[in-house]
């Protein structure tokens, strides 16, 4: 999974130390990644020092939040997301200083600025029961307030979103994060925790009943979804919405890569499930260099070795589907305890993912020992793979 990865970043970094591009941008091998959290508020300091551990450690890609659940600071007369190029454009400056590439990460479907609320409340999804996701706090959550794929005008909106990223000098991609339908069912871990029941389908939670999305599919079939007794058994409309979102995401997409950006994005954890619990066929999202699948087990109750087959089953779900993105297996830092790092990256590598990444930093600066250990493990696997 790491061949050639001490020899990759030497070739890379000579090739850039004599040309006059300014990212650091290839494809061509697998990598080390990392999720952080960006904010404005962060210090210059610490977010220097994200990088300099992540030189040290041997990441080689960090993906940077921001966007989300920052309504107060995203309120404003524009929809141009200032903080989200502010913290994008500092940061461009510690991943040249260290040669490491930057990924923005933002919010997809999942929108919570007040400007956009207040302009188009009509953009906004809609549950089997006709409610809004703006007049409801879904799951208790703020955030939680959600775009509907059926209007254009939501596409073109990202895209601008995508554009105004773009044109930061230093930039590798654009990461989109949300790219799905709210969660019609939680990751079994989680029911318990957030205290619901969802043994099956239920109204409150299933998405998007939208006027859009009701005249479209009723054009279609004849059939009003939201008169469906049982929606999740009805196929049509299941690989509605399916469709709807997969051409949402291709279409952004293609805009980064018109931008000249990698394209990725963070998806649920295996394809079936991601299609079952959040409307979202990843399989079928095109025109992505990388696609991320979120395999963070034990939210989903599984046992370590599902990391290896939901990687496994995510690579063969692309084969089938014809879809030339790699994958990037995301783990979640605290289900991989700091002296078991180099067993969970067995499970990704004999999955078939093309690189690891960790969720996140900031998990990795909080657990003890976790810089040190992640550092001794990517350093063997590299040495390993110098030597075959
Ligand atoms: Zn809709």
Redesign the pocket.
Known sequence: MFKRLFAFIVVVTAIFSISSCTEKIDNSEDKVWAWVSGSINMSDEKMEEYFINCKECGIDAIIMECHGAKPAILDSTTFRDDAAIEIISRAAQFAKKYDIELHAWIWTTNRTEMTLRKAHPEWY??NAQGESCLDIKLYNREHYRWL????PEVTEYLKDRVRELAEIDGLAGIHLDFIRYPDVILPYGLHESRGVVQDKVYPLWD????????E?FKKLTGIDPIELEDPTSNQEWMQYRWD?MSKMASDIAAEIKKCGKVASAAVFASPEESKKLVRQDWANFRNFDYLFPMIYHKFYDFDDQWVETATREGVEALKAANNSAKLCSGLFVGHVPADRIPEFIKYVKDGGSNGICFFSLEGINHAPDYWTKLKEALSAVADEENNS
Do not use: A, G
């Open positions: 999804q809609v509907c794929p059926s209007h998405f998007c009943y939208c006027d859009t999305c009701r479209n709807l």
